[in-house]
């Protein structure tokens, strides 16, 4: 096994849950969470700040307001290097370059499939799901009313897909911007991760 596998996901389509199965079956570790303690630790930034910017798109005025600050010789001195959530993009993109470094493992989210878009031996996926197996998951898992849990979809989704075509060359949820695309509405949590499986184990066998 020497495969990378990024996995983008739709919120309350079981993208974590399916990646730590499939983790579980390789015998590797599943970066999610994990992934922010990891770039805390190794950029020196606290993990308040990774957390309260985890996935976020960055301020593009205020982004451009410091760059244009720069680029005209001004005395930036009183704006920060970089807007934080420029900085905390920056410390997860090298915090997943050294981690796919170490070997195999699954990745999840924060635009990982771009960060490695150069590793040959990296897969991406992104499993979506119907509207309404996601608000059901999605109740069922915070306590929330239909309607709050559909705000609670369009509100993640809207910030992943923002932070993903910001930051990225590609389309947040477009197939082309993707090895393999899932529904997981279709075959459920359990059939998802045997159909990865097997995807993994063809990809691994090619010449």
């Not at 976020?56 to 307001?65: A, E, M």
Request: one cysteine or more; charged letters at 30%.
């Amino acid at each position: 096994m020497n495969t990378i596998i990024t996995i983008g996901r739709q919120f309350g389509s079981g993208g974590r849950e399916i990646g730590e199965k499939v983790a579980e079956h390789f015998g590797i570790k599943c970066y999610d969470k994990e992934l922010l303690i990891r770039a805390a630790k190794e950029s020196g930034l606290c993990e308040e700040m990774l957390q309260n910017h985890d996935e976020r798109p960055t301020n593009s005025f205020l982004y451009n307001l410091v760059m244009d600050t720069y680029s005209f010789g001004y005395n930036a001195s009183a704006f920060i290097d970089m807007p934080i959530s420029h900085r905390v993009f920056l410390a997860l993109f090298d915090a997943i370059k050294k981690i796919a470094d170490e070997g195999p493992c699954v990745i999840v989210g924060r635009c990982a499939d771009y960060a490695l878009e150069e590793y040959s031996n990296c897969l991406s996926l992104f499993i979506y799901g119907d509207e309404a197996s996601r608000v059901k998951r999605i109740m069922a898992k915070y306590d929330l009313t239909e309607s709050k849990a559909r705000d609670m979809i369009v509100k993640k989704d809207k910030q992943r897909q923002s932070y993903y075509n910001y930051y990225s060359s590609k389309k947040w949820g477009r197939a082309d911007s993707y090895d393999l695309c899932i529904n997981s509405s279709i075959l459920g949590i359990a059939g998802t991760v045997e159909l990865i499986q097997q995807f993994i184990e063809d990809f691994e066998k090619r010449p």
